[in-house]
Nanobody
Framework: QVQLVESGGGLVQAGGSLRLSCAAS????????MGWFRQAPGKEREFVAT????????YYADSVKGRFTISRDNAKNTVYLQMNGLKPEDTAVYYC????????????????WGQGTQVTVSS
């Protein structure tokens, strides 16, 4: 079992930055691929970024590439999402997710989800 708790959301002006954190509990954290998804009001949840557990290989949605950076610290059981150059369209609830299978994670059907943290970007 893996439990995920996100933090770091908030209100920021366009062009600003936020850093989200996702603290995981469970002895197998370092074996899981980790990712971030988001869901804006009235829209479906969408993939943002993932990171593999062994080599730290990252993938990003085109909409955030070059602005967001995902990273992980296996010693601290934590994954991060550094968000720079935020835009109003980045406003959403951001969810952390984990799965042993990177493909299943990227497909949006991971075994574990966090409760979400709100990010609001004002124009």
């Amino acid at each position: 079992q893996v439990q995920l708790v996100e933090s770091g959301g908030g209100l920021v002006q366009a062009g600003g930055s936020l850093r989200l954190s996702c603290a995981a509990s469970g002895r197998t954290f370092s074996s899981h691929a980790m990712g971030w998804f988001r869901q804006a009001p009235g829209k479906e949840r969408e993939f943002v970024a993932t990171i593999s557990w062994r080599l730290g290989i990252t993938y990003y949605a085109d909409s955030v590439k070059g602005r967001f950076t995902i990273s992980r610290d296996n010693a601290k059981n934590t994954v991060y999402l550094q968000m720079n150059g935020l835009k109003p369209e980045d406003t959403a609830v951001y969810y952390c997710a984990a799965d042993l299978n990177l493909g299943r994670l990227r497909g949006g059907a991971p075994d574990y989800w966090g409760q979400g943290t709100q990010v609001t970007v004002s124009s």
